[in-house]
Nanobody, 123 residues
């Protein structure tokens, strides 16, 4: 059974940086494609970034490209999302997601989901 637990959310000023983490519990973390999504109040959940199980391939939403970086540490079974130059438009609950092995569409669907961590950006 796979469980995902996000952490690292909080309040940051516009222009600042924050790193959120997702701890994976279960077997074979290094066989899972991992993704980050976000959902702002009143909006649908949207794709943010994904990373392949080897870490060799990443893909980003246009809205975060050049500002956000997804990475993973397979030894720690953890995936990260480094967020720089944050704006109020980035405020949302950030969710971690996992899919075993290859995923044809990097934006989903994913099999497992975490509960989310809140990111608030003050202007």
């Amino acid at each position: 059974q796979v469980q995902l637990v996000e952490s690292g959310g909080g309040l940051v000023q516009a222009g600042g940086s924050l790193r959120v983490s997702c701890a994976f519990s279960g077997r074979l973390f290094d066989s899972y494609t991992m993704g980050w999504f976000r959902q702002a109040p009143g909006k649908e959940r949207e794709f943010v970034a994904t990373i392949s199980w080897t870490g060799g391939t990443t893909y980003y939403a246009d809205s975060v490209k050049g500002r956000f970086t997804i990475s993973r540490d397979n030894a720690k079974s953890t995936v990260y999302l480094q967020m720089n130059r944050l704006s109020p438009e980035d405020a949302a609950v950030y969710y971690c997601a996992a899919h075993y092995l290859y995923i044809a569409n990097p934006t989903g669907p994913y099999t497992y989901w975490g509960q989310g961590t809140q990111v608030t950006v003050s202007s």
